[in-house]
């Protein structure tokens, strides 16, 4: 009897987790692409991005790399690095989001509102909406670091902290597209 | 009787124990939050046929003012109370709330949860060879998220301002304005409720499905070895996950405009010589994010039935799908020209013509992939030992309407004809013949071929006959005298035509479809009868009732948890190896290998076996 091809095939959930990504992607470009359309048709706010926008970038950045280096030390078997890794990683994702708030709080200060023209709407959706995702980015985060502290996080057991990482590099590279996007279209 | 019927009840109960020796289900992890694809597919499916009642139950109502506008309705008045006015008429405004709601059951609970729900989930582990879906939390999460979205829709019909009355579309500023109408208050925004819970229903099966499909494939199960079933299902899913977001989007700045005061969609706007406070905005915005979700879902909803009947007519024509491969090239093609067409329904609105013309052209391509599928049809029809099921005769009338209704498209793609058709009948006629009653229909095909696995019992083919003949002629009775009555220029939503004297000639064609109508939904109660009682009372099924090849005949006449109750069965062929010469049988089952059907092997299969340098023997003895 013949022998049936093996198919090709990757892990369920991770292969859920980029769908997931696809589809946040999709909400994504649809706001911006209204963006682009709403600001073409003209009656459009132009005013300064807030300064705390570089400073969220950077730290969104710094995140990333933490929690990079917590899947290497996951790799290698390190665990009191995951610790502090990931731990990092939930702190600089905190300080993030009051950067964001203080970014707000700067937009208020240039008499831009959350209700007023679509232009400055529009970012408090956007900033507003990357937050949300981000919020469930470290409910994620905290449930790997409940794991890494229960010892369930190691070189055999890297599926939760891979998916953690994936999703973490997505939303930090989401919002240096959003930040970027913001700034050329400005 | 009463003995059949205890045996029967142990049968089913001997199966269960034994898929479940190791953790006894109790009843509400069984039948209510139930992680297993079958019991899903169910409440999807029941939950579906209770919407389509109430879809349809609608559309009798506003049937009823079309078609006999002077009529005494005070005898609806216990179902609609102040909704009929002192004069036994229905409220105006009510009117609109009928027409909204109707689209918006129909289109989305209907025709992609009912229909996607049911048979995405049920089809694509039994047919892919899979123990359940990739994840069965998510899928459950994903009908209870669907439920608690028909039940906030179901609630707007029971508050004083009435359900979302701005159509199904519901564009702003008539939908953003809590003032502009009595539905555009709560019932709006429960609309949008109902949407939000919806699209997170749709994305969780979605990706559920996507995921199984690529990932949870049995051994040797290539992609050019899935049922046409399986590519529809996948790419509807993916046409899904591209597009809900979007719909998403479009509903989140409406929710911003209506509840927080923003002014995406908003600007100039006077109320009684009040200017509104929102300026920059622009309604043209919500309508470019709405279709872009709103056209890719006409797909969604008829895809799932054109694979449906891809599969119930190479079974019951005894004889291969004709050209498989531009089946799926044109499933393809389908899928991303559905993503380039938005605007077509915009024409005018202001939209550029040079856009226009373009937007023009990406629309009329669309008719090479439909018209493949329909060829195809025809050609796998033709010459055919054809054996008339009921879910036979549903997908021929799939393709009756898909061809009838799809000629129509090709004039309403035009700019230059939709401008003057836009918001007519004929758009109405259009839309229910070639993606309503078709996908309907493939909805109704898939009921009949697949109750024997759901339930494990036959439907009755003579009432099936009488459900397919009175509704295969009511829906043209109904649909077809829309077309005239759409170039004369009615348009549609409009509660009543009789103060026009131009419309006067057509009272009595508007009357006659009230009455087909009535008729055509007054059949459908035959179906209930023959799904409900049979699924308790019908004859067993046997193992394999219309002779197909796909893998869900192999599994126990009612699956239990994980559907195969030893190893999942490999695959050594595609699905459609009907009527194959030189075979004993008119079909070969996915799971047959090659070696064990040396007479009926086809010379590439013969050299196939020959370079995995086993069972020459078998091969040779194929060849003479």
């Known amino acids: 009897m013949e022998t049936p091809a093996q198919v090709l095939s990757m892990h369920p959930r991770k292969f859920l987790l980029w769908l997931f990504i696809v589809s946040i992607v999709m909400i994504f470009a649809s706001l911006t692409s209204a963006y682009v359309v709403k600001q073409s048709e003209g009656a459009w706010l132009i005013f300064d991005l807030p300064q705390a926008f570089i400073y969220s970038s950077i730290v969104v950045l710094l995140s990333s790399a933490t929690m990079q280096w917590a899947y290497w030390a996951a790799k290698k078997d390190n665990l009191s690095q995951i610790k502090i890794a990931v731990g990092v990683t939930l702190a600089l994702s905190l ?23 679509p232009a400055g709407s529009f970012i408090y959706v956007l900033t507003g909406l990357h937050a949300f995702h981000l919020a469930a980015g470290i409910v994620f985060l905290i449930i790997v670091l409940i794991s890494t502290l229960r010892f369930k996080v190691h070189s055999k057991s890297m599926t939760q902290i891979e998916m953690c990482t994936t999703f973490w590099h997505f939303l930090s590279g989401l919002w240096i597209y959003l930040y970027l996007f913001l700034l050329l279209n400005n | 009787m009463s003995t059949t019927a205890v045996h029967t009840n142990e049968h089913i109960g001997h199966d269960d124990a034994h898929d479940h020796e190791h953790h006894e289900l109790n009843f509400v992890e069984k039948y209510i939050f139930s992680t ?128 979302a ?75 899904g996950i591209l597009s809900f977001p979007v719909l998403f989007s479009a509903a989140l700045l409406l929710v911003f405009d209506r509840s927080f005061g923003t002014s995406f969609y908003l600007s100039d706007i006077y109320i009684g010589g009040e200017a509104l406070p929102n300026v920059g905005g622009s309604p043209i915005l919500y309508q470019h994010l709405f279709w872009f979700l709103g056209h890719p879902e006409v797909y969604i909803v008829i895809l799932p039935a054109l694979g449906i009947t891809s599969e119930v007519i190479a079974t019951n024509s005894r004889k291969p799908i004709f050209g498989y491969k531009a089946m799926i090239l044109s499933l393809l093609g389908i899928t991303i020209l ?90 109405v006629a259009h839309f229910h013949l070639v993606m309503g009653s078709a996908s309907f229909f493939g909805m109704m095909a898939g009921i009949y071929h697949w109750f024997p696995k ?150 590439h299969e013969v050299e196939q076996l020959k370079e995995e340098g086993i069972e020459v023997k078998a091969a040779n003895a194929g060849k003479s």
């Open chain 1, 95 to 117: 300080v993030f989001l009051i950067v964001q708030y203080l970014g707000w709080g700067q937009l208020v200060d240039q008499q831009v509102f959350f209700v007023g023209n």
């Open chain 2, 36 to 163: 297993d694809h079958k019991t899903i597919a169910k409440q999807f499916l029941i939950t579906g046929i209770i919407w389509a009642l109430i879809g349809g139950g609608l559309s009798i109502i506003f049937r009823l003012q079309l078609g006999f506008p002077d009529m005494n309705l005070e005898w609806l008045r216990p179902i609609l109370g102040k909704w009929i006015t002192s004069t036994g008429q229905i409220d105006s405004e009510f009117y609109l709330a009928l027409v909204t709601m109707h689209g918006t059951i129909m289109v989305f609970f209907v025709l992609t949860a009912g229909l996607s729900g049911t048979f995405s989930n049920f089809l694509i582990p039994l047919q892919i060879g899979a123990r359940d879906m990739a994840s069965g939390f998510l899928n459950m999460l994903s009908y209870w998220f669907f439920f608690v979205s028909g039940v906030v829709m179901f609630i707007s019909f029971f508050i004083e301002t009435g359900p």
């Open chain 2, 165 to 239: 009355s701005a159509g199904w579309t519901v564009y702003p500023p008539l939908s953003a304005l809590p003032t502009a109408m009595q539905g555009s208050g709560l019932g709006m925004t429960l609309w949008l409720v109902a949407m939000v819970f919806f699209i997170v229903s749709s994305l969780l099966g979605g990706i559920n499905y996507v995921t199984t499909v690529i990932n949870l494939r049995t051994q040797g199960m290539s992609f050019f070895r899935l049922p046409l079933t399986i590519w529809a299902f996948f790419l509807t899913a993916v046409i």
């Open chain 2, 338 to 427: 559905s993503f380039v067409v938005w605007a077509h329904h915009m024409f005018v609105s202001g939209l550029s013509p040079f856009l226009g013309s373009i937007f023009m052209f990406l629309t009329l391509i669309i008719a090479v992939p439909s018209a493949v599928k329909a060829f195809n049809y025809l050609t796998t029809l033709w010459r055919g030992n054809i054996i008339f099921t009921p879910a036979m005769l549903f997908s021929i009338g799939l393709v009756s309407f898909f061809i009838s209704g799809g000629l129509t498209g090709i004039f309403l793609g035009n700019s230059a004809v939709d401008i003057n058709l836009h918001d007519t009948y004929f758009v």
């Open chain 2, 454 to 603: 759901m339930f494990g019992r036959m439907m009755n083919d003579k009432l099936g006959y009488i459900h397919f003949w009175l509704t295969f002629v009511g829906v043209y009775l109904v649909f077809f005298p829309l077309h005239y009555i759409g170039m004369a220029g009615f348009p549609r939503r409009y509660y009543s035509f009789t103060n026009f004297d131009a419309f006067q000639d057509f009272t009595d064609l508007n009357t006659f479809v009230s009455v087909a109508a009535i008729i055509t939904f007054s059949a459908q109660f035959i179906f209930l009868f023959n799904f409900f009682y049979n699924i308790f009372r019908g004859r067993k099924a046997p193992a394999n009732p219309w002779g197909s090849n796909t893998l869900e005949w192999t599994t126990p006449r009612v699956p239990g948890h994980g559907n195969w109750e030893g190893d999942i069965p490999k695959v050594y062929r595609w699905p459609y190896d009907y009527s194959k010469p030189g075979a004993p049988e008119d079909f070969i089952p996915q799971h047959i290998p090659l070696t064990e059907t040396p007479e009926s092997n086809l010379p």
